[in-house]
């Protein structure tokens, strides 16, 4: 199932970093989750792509100072992509997922928590997780940025 955030409101990418002292939260508007259940319902397979271009702060001159090549370079890299390597089941309602991250052409490995929740005619996996942007070479040596990233992810979809 893919679902894109203009297409499903109650999917959303959000992120906060503290830059200066202070909380600065955003957003991606376009992206896509793609998930594969098996036939006794177990997520087999989680996948994301987000379009750089679509991070939203608050401040239009900020989201268009992200772009350029210093922190994501979208004219180069205009995705952040995610694909899961192994998925462990930890609980009827949690997963633990091992996924490749790439971001400005760099790939790391990260380990996800995943909670699931199995609706009536949905399915929605959530979680919260934090990256360090250094590892990605997003926003260079700035020592005025925590070099942490923290992430909500949350992903809606109709069962089939």
């Known amino acids: 199932m893919v679902i894109s955030a203009s297409a499903q409101n109650a999917s959303s990418i959000d992120f906060t970093i503290r830059n200066l002292g202070v909380n ?3 957003h991606f508007d376009t992206f896509t989750i793609t998930t594969k259940f098996d036939a006794s319902g177990q997520l087999e397979k989680l996948e994301g792509e987000i379009k750089v271009k679509s991070i939203k702060t608050g401040i239009e001159s900020r989201d268009e100072h992200l772009l350029e090549e210093e922190y994501f ?3 180069k890299f205009p995705f952040i992509k995610l694909k899961s390597t192994s998925i462990r089941k930890i609980s009827t309602s949690e997963y633990k997922i091992k996924a490749n991250l790439t971001i400005k052409g ?3 490995q990260i380990t996800i928590p995943i909670k699931y929740e199995n609706l009536e005619s949905q399915r929605k996996l959530s979680s919260n997780f934090e990256i360090n942007r250094r590892d990605f070479n997003v926003g260079g ?3 005025i940025m925590s070099k942490t990233v923290k992430l ?3 992903h809606i979809e109709k069962k089939q």
Do not use: A, M, Q, Y
Request: charged share 25%; net charge neutral; glycine share 14%.
């Open 24 to 26: 600065v939260d955003g």
């Open 73 to 75: 370079h979208n004219s």
């Open 106 to 108: 760099k790939t790391k």
């Open 141 to 143: 040596g700035s020592f």
């Open 152 to 154: 909500e992810v949350v």
